[in-house]
């Protein structure tokens, strides 16, 4: 007789089989999922959130300047062709959550898992140390993108009070200590299942700032005065060397891979959807609404923004202050645009803190520190003092790294490259390969490598040309004394 104990379903006694259909049924009477694990019940709404929470974020706002620097003819064509990259390759990685069957296969719970099911494990480290440096630059990403915006706050009041000639300037260390605050209080919420309401909250707010940004942009457009503006982009001799306009040319791919980055918690927000229908189903989907979403508003906000700063666009849109009037508009920006930070910082984050308390607690299975959940609070927030200590930890050491390097266009162009070819390309295309038991050399597998390889010579320029751009920014840096 099947009865269920501690959470599992046991069958004479016995354990049940992951794949045993009386499990399943069991499962299904006690609001569990196949997997023995409360019952999910995310939909295609709230996994869109998720993607379009990790999606627009501090990317949309040096489109403007990436686009200057391509110009209008490659800046929207490169803006459509990482959209349909992305699409293409997320789609690739929804159906290897999982494995061998989309309906009845093995869970696949992280991206990690993943790769380790379908590639094998000598492939999980590499994949390991992409995404986690790529989620651990993300925070430190998203926390100069805050700081910078709440300090855009302070400038916006004092330039309409004082004039556009006064000096304004503000550090932004305190910024990121508030920013960092925060994100040790909203880190204790234990994963992404609790935070649904975050998400849709800060999708909203990533609405909200895009849309005032292009609302500003065809504003200046329409009423100018604009910038000058070339098929281009920044014009040797005039704007930029040679040397500087490969450099940044390069520099801007990087901004727009970054933009559109969101495969490193993929798997993590398919997780929480329910099915049926199967769950890469209602992924793609999701995939598609978030990816056309946000590539809607990059072209507006990209091509607009060139529209009208030109060839001198700031590389912070709202922060750069091509944009003085309506003040009381830009702070409303700024506010949508941290508030939307303090929601993503925490879905790119929550991959790392799941990673570290799973093996945590897999090392020390006994310890009261380690396990053991608390409920102040009489409800279903619970603390755990591991969980406190950690992620408390975590938000501060990466708040003294944004502090130490707040380098807005070339810390994103860093991160873009370093996660587009290996996160969001090489690893979905073999998963994808292996899942299908793909034929080599068939033409199919010959047109997925030479995408994969395309995009890896992408990664390697806009890497090398990212640490060039640092390199320079570092010669007029005094640690911890930035101003805005």
């Not at 292009?214 to 604009?226: D, E, F, N, Y």
């Not at 901004?255 to 927000?269: K, Q, R």
């Amino acid at each position: 007789m099947a009865r269920v104990g501690g959470g599992d379903v046991e069958i004479g006694g016995l354990p049940a089989p992951a794949g045993d259909p009386r499990r399943r049924v069991v499962a299904a009477d006690y609001s569990l999922d196949d997997d023995g694990k409360p019952r999910r019940t995310g939909t295609v709404w709230t996994a869109s959130a998720h993607v379009i929470t990790a999606v627009i974020g501090s990317g949309v706002l040096s489109l403007p300047w990436s686009v200057a620097q391509l110009g209008w003819v490659a800046g929207p064509v490169t803006l459509l062709l990482f959209a349909l990259i992305t699409y293409y390759t997320s789609v690739l990685l929804g159906d290897c959550y999982r494995s061998e069957d989309a309906v009845t296969g093995k869970r696949n719970y992280t991206y990690m898992e993943a790769v380790g099911s379908l590639l094998g494990k000598g492939q999980v480290w590499f994949c390991g140390l992409c995404q986690y440096v790529n989620l651990v630059g993300t925070a430190i990403g998203y926390t100069i993108t805050a700081s910078i915006s709440a300090a855009a706050l302070y400038k916006a009041n004092c330039f309409h009070s004082k004039g556009h000639s006064a000096d304004c300037g503000v550090y932004t260390t305190m910024y990121m200590v508030v920013f960092g605050i925060s994100q040790i209080v909203f880190s204790q919420l234990p994963n992404l299942h609790e935070m649904a309401w975050l998400s849709i909250l800060a999708a909203v707010m990533s609405f909200s700032y895009a849309t005032i940004g292009v609302g500003l942009s065809l504003a200046q457009t329409i009423t100018g005065p604009t910038g000058k503006t070339t098929i281009g982009g920044t014009q040797i001799g005039v704007d930029v060397t040679s040397a500087q306009k490969i450099w940044l040319t390069l520099q801007a791919l990087g901004n727009i891979a970054f933009a559109y980055s969101y495969s490193m918690v993929l798997i993590e927000i398919q997780d929480t959807v329910k099915a049926p229908p199967a769950e890469n189903k209602t992924m793609r989907k999701a995939n598609l609404m978030g990816v056309s979403t946000t590539t809607a508003f990059y072209m507006l906000c990209g091509c607009l923004g060139y529209s009208a700063f030109g060839n001198d666009a700031p590389g912070n849109m709202l922060t750069g202050f091509g944009f003085y009037e309506p003040y009381w508009l830009i702070d409303f920006a700024n506010v949508c645009i941290v508030v939307h930070l303090v929601g993503a910082y925490q879905v790119y984050c929550q991959p790392i803190y799941a990673a570290v308390e799973s093996w945590a607690a897999g090392r020390w299975p006994d310890s009261e520190f380690v396990v053991r959940q608390y409920h102040p609070f009489s409800g279903k927030f619970s603390l755990n003092m591991f969980r406190l200590v950690w992620r408390t930890a975590f938000v501060i050491v990466s708040t003294v790294l944004a502090i130490s390097l707040p380098f807005f266009n070339d810390i994103l162009g860093l991160l873009g490259a370093l996660g587009f070819w290996p996160l969001t390309v090489y690893f979905p295309v073999e998963m994808y390969i292996s899942q299908s038991k793909m034929k080599k050399y068939s033409g199919k597998w010959v047109a997925l490598q030479t995408l994969s390889f395309a995009c890896f010579a992408v990664t390697v320029a806009v890497t090398v040309a990212s640490i060039q751009g640092i390199t320079q920014s570092l010669k007029n840096y005094v640690p911890f004394k930035t101003k805005l």
